[in-house]
């Protein structure tokens, strides 16, 4: 599957792709790249997940604030967008998870260009 660059400079990037769906449970993968460091996380949700999701970025998109969580089901990986001030948004999280042999801690300050590519690729994984 093609993998979707939500954010890409210098030294932040910030991508995922879609792996398989089963059950009701969609997998996917998220890279994140910050300066010299990297990491990689697959993260298995439900559909109604994904659908609040969505929800959620599409109300930040519009209001231009709020706040919204993506957790892994299956480890303690996570990814939290908060729209800032100015369109700025502070992605943090974990990649990988604190009980595997790698994982890494993250925090990026991305823009609000995140939000219409993160809502089409959610959108996207639904059709799988």
Same mark, same amino acid.
């Given at each position: $599957?093609?993998?979707?660059?939500?954010? !890409?400079?210098? /030294?932040?990037?910030?991508?995922?792709?879609? =792996?398989? /769906?089963? +059950?009701? &449970?969609?997998? &996917? #993968?998220?890279?994140?790249?910050?300066?010299?460091?990297?990491?990689?996380?697959?993260?298995?949700?439900?559909?109604?997940?994904?659908?609040?999701?969505? !929800? !959620?970025?599409?109300? $930040?998109?519009?209001? =231009?604030?709020?706040?919204? #969580?993506?957790?892994?089901?299956?480890?303690? @990986?996570?990814?939290?967008?908060?729209?800032?001030?100015?369109?700025?948004?502070? +992605? @943090?999280?974990?990649?990988?998870?604190?009980?595997? @042999?790698?994982? $890494? #801690?993250? @925090?990026? =300050?991305?823009?609000?260009?995140?939000?219409?590519?993160?809502?089409? +690729?959610?959108?996207?994984?639904?059709?799988?």
């Amino acid at each position: $599957m093609v993998e979707i660059t939500l954010f !890409d400079s210098d /030294s932040i990037r910030l991508s995922i792709q879609y =792996l398989y /769906s089963i +059950a009701g &449970y969609i997998t &996917y #993968r998220v890279t994140v790249k910050s300066g010299d460091f990297s990491g990689t996380s697959s993260f298995c949700q439900p559909v109604e997940e994904i659908n609040r999701q969505i !929800d !959620d970025l599409r109300l $930040m998109e519009n209001e =231009l604030s709020g706040t919204c #969580r993506i957790n892994d089901i299956e480890s303690d @990986a996570f990814i939290v967008f908060d729209l800032l001030d100015l369109g700025h948004i502070s +992605a @943090a999280g974990l990649v990988g998870s604190s009980f595997e @042999a790698h994982s $890494m #801690r993250f @925090a990026l =300050l991305v823009d609000q260009t995140v939000l219409p590519i993160l809502i089409h +690729a959610f959108t996207s994984f639904l059709d799988y």
